[in-house]
Structures are given as structure tokens and as C-alpha cells.
């Protein structure tokens, strides 16, 4: 009878447990933030505005070295850059950035034109959008999902 309490008990503790580190993990209190500096915001600038020099160089390898290190895993430079064959940047503007987390969101206005013969008769354009990153080691990627917004919405 003892025995069984005690089992009892121990269930009762490791359910209470697991239900804790559950509802910590789903409120993202479960590893505190780290605090966000306007050096660290500055940093995010920093490395978009870097990304989005590339991109208008056509510069595919510096451009995968900004990716997140998830992406290039899964994709190598050529693959990234084909994926983003069609548009030709003009110019860049890095507008605003802000850090949640390990996340951030920099918003970017960009100035672009579309190269595909089923888009040549579209004048250039200007689109602002939000350009998502990740704090990998204390460094900032671009994310790799932004395979629907990683080109400008011609809609």
C-alpha cells in the first residue's frame, strides 16, 4: 500500500512538472529574452543593409553567408540564388528594425523591376516590406522562410 502512495505521489509531482515546463515553454518564458541595446538594433541594421547590398550586386555567395545556418544547410548558394532569379534591385532603404527575442524585423523599402519576359512591360517599382532575421551565436541571419515574401508581391 505504501509502495503504491509513493508511485501515486511521484506521478502526481512529474505530471505537475511536465504541465509547468509545458505552459513556461508555450508562454516563451521557458529562457528568458536577452535584453535588446541600440547597439544590438544597430547590429540588425548593419547586417540587413549588408544583405540587401548584395542582393542588388548580385552577389548569391554573400548573400548565403547572411542566411541563418538552418538555411544553408538545407540550400546551397546557386539553389538560393535560382529561387530568387526574376527581379533586379535598384535600390535599398533599411527603415526601421525591432528586436523581439532572438527574432527581429527590419523593414526595408525597396526599389526594384522585374527581369522575367512575362513581367517586362512593368515599370519599376517600390514596395516596403518586412524582412525577418535570427540571433544565431550573438550574430544576425536572414531567415530562410521568405520563400512567399522574399520577392517583392507584384499584386
Not at 535584453?35 to 540587401?52: G, K, N, T
Amino acid at each position: 500500500m505504501r509502495r503504491s502512495f509513493a508511485l501515486v505521489a511521484a506521478s502526481f509531482v512529474v505530471a505537475g512538472a511536465l504541465t509547468f515546463a509545458a505552459t513556461a515553454w508555450s508562454q516563451g518564458s521557458a529562457a528568458p529574452a536577452p535584453a535588446v541595446s541600440d547597439a544590438e538594433i544597430q547590429a540588425l541594421r548593419e547586417r540587413a543593409a549588408a544583405y540587401w547590398a548584395a542582393r542588388m550586386a548580385e552577389d548569391d555567395e554573400r548573400q548565403w553567408e547572411l542566411l541563418e545556418p538552418r538555411g544553408r544547410g538545407r540550400v546551397t548558394a546557386k539553389e538560393y540564388a535560382t529561387e530568387r532569379a526574376g527581379i533586379r534591385y535598384l535600390g535599398y532603404q533599411v527603415e526601421d528594425a525591432t528586436v523581439k527575442g532572438y527574432f527581429g524585423v527590419v523593414k526595408v523599402r525597396l526599389l526594384f523591376q522585374p527581369t522575367t519576359a512575362k513581367l517586362a512591360n512593368i515599370p519599376v517599382q517600390t514596395v516596403l516590406m518586412d524582412d525577418r532575421w535570427v540571433r544565431v551565436g550573438g550574430r544576425w541571419y536572414r531567415q530562410l522562410d521568405d520563400r512567399q515574401s522574399g520577392k517583392p508581391s507584384l499584386e
